[in-house]
T-cell receptor, first 115, second 112 residues
């Protein structure tokens, strides 16, 4: 257990429905990241926050995706009008910006299946 | 695109050293080499990182060549629980670049 939690761990939804995932980072960490991982591939970066500010978004983050970190603590990732291609593992990670080593601590992920 | 090249898979006998290679021939002077691993159905886990010098911690050793174009992660006494996908990543240290860029990694299978 890295201290990063994600909820739910599994989500099955029908195409066209909206889904929302939550990530709770390590409490003192000021950076929070979202990644997506499909079968057989490494994680792909989606977006990251420093405190409540969203600093970078990948081209993978279409306009159906939105992420928030309203108080600089937990974060949510919402997918609207889900498509079958959204089926993947969604990973959250956190880190403490300003340290030399800067490793990221990952949560267990939320596995999304769109039917 | 990932800046590293790794073999897709490797086997290792339990109790023996696992040596996982990584090529990063275009690494810049301010880029560190990081290693993460991902055990099945879990999130990636940080293992070790280095800039120029060899590094060792309780999990592994990292050997970086003098020209920094390649490195080797060494698990000195592999156990069955070390079976995982191992990712070699190069990135600027100190937090100036946010995200990690993962390739496909090396799937290490430790066999009894």
């Amino acid at each position: 257990d890295t201290g990063v939690s994600q909820d739910p761990r599994h989500k099955i939804t029908k195409r066209g429905q909206n889904v929302t995932f939550r990530c709770d980072p390590i409490s003192e960490h000021n950076r929070l990241y979202w990644y997506r991982q499909t079968l057989g591939q490494g994680p792909e970066f989606l977006t990251y926050f420093q405190n409540e500010a969203q600093l970078e978004k990948s081209r993978l983050l279409s306009d159906r995706f939105s992420a928030e970190r309203p108080k600089g603590s937990f974060s949510t990732l919402e997918i609207q009008r889900t498509e079958q291609g959204d089926s993947a593992m969604y990973l959250c990670a956190s880190s403490l910006f300003g340290t030399v080593s800067y490793e990221q601590y990952f949560g267990p992920g939320t596995r999304l299946t769109v039917t | 695109d990932a800046k590293t090249t790794q073999p897709p898979s490797m086997d290792c006998a339990e109790g023996r050293a696992a040596n996982l290679p990584c090529n990063h021939s275009t690494i810049s002077g301010n880029e560190y080499v990081y290693w993460y691993r991902q055990i099945h159905s879990q999130g990636p886990q940080y293992i070790i990182h280095g800039l120029k010098n060899n590094e060792t911690n309780e999990m592994a050793s990292l050997i970086i060549t003098e020209d920094r174009k390649s490195s080797t992660l060494i698990l000195p006494h592999a156990t069955l629980r070390d079976t995982a996908v191992y990712y070699c990543i190069v990135r600027v240290g100190g937090g100036s670049q946010g995200n990690l860029i993962f390739g496909k990694g090396t799937k290490l299978s430790v066999k009894p």
